[in-house]
């Protein structure tokens, strides 16, 4: 299927990608966070239940981090690749272009450029998914889940990093290297 990005087909990033230019070719895509789907359960975050979040479920809308990528665009923000959310891990950065962003109709899609990208195949068959950190801007939160399980409606959000974990919050998430 043409322009199609998924793991039978990992295509070539579409135009639009965000970030530095890209020091090389694409070597891993890969989809970060699907939008309008129901997230499993995980560690919610939303100002009615404080800063230490709660166990819930998220959906996060199309166009929810058009302010992160637009201050990505212009320099002002970079958001980086890491492994299980540890700031101490950087594996690329939109600093410098090493990663790359673009919101599509069904999620967000990265790719990782150039010299860092060589050997991101290693961490393949321990972390196969993909999760990504966020801070909700406008969210609508809805505690009535059998008032188990608070659900988080993501509908503006700051995008703080992409990272290759273990399992995801969200399923459907993948990444891979692009075959040369």
Known sequence: MAGRMGPADPGTPPDGFSGAPAPGPPLV????????????????????VGPRGVGGRSLVRRGAFADTLAHVAAGRLFVQLLLDHDPGSELASTADGSLRLHPRQD????????????????YRSARPQV???????????????????????ERRAYLTDVSLVRSGA????????VPS
């Open 29 to 48: 895509l890969g989809l970060a966070a699907p939008f309008g789907r129901w997230s499993g359960v995980h560690t919610v975050f939303h100002p009615a």
């Open 107 to 122: 999620g967000l899609y990265f790719a990782v450029c150039g010299p860092r990208a060589v050997g991101l195949g290693g």
């Open 131 to 153: 999760s990504t950190g966020t801070v909700p801007a406008e969210a609508d939160l809805d505690a009535s889940d059998c008032g188990t399980l608070a659900l988080v409606v």
């Open 170 to 177: 969200f399923r459907g998430t993948w990444w891979q290297e």
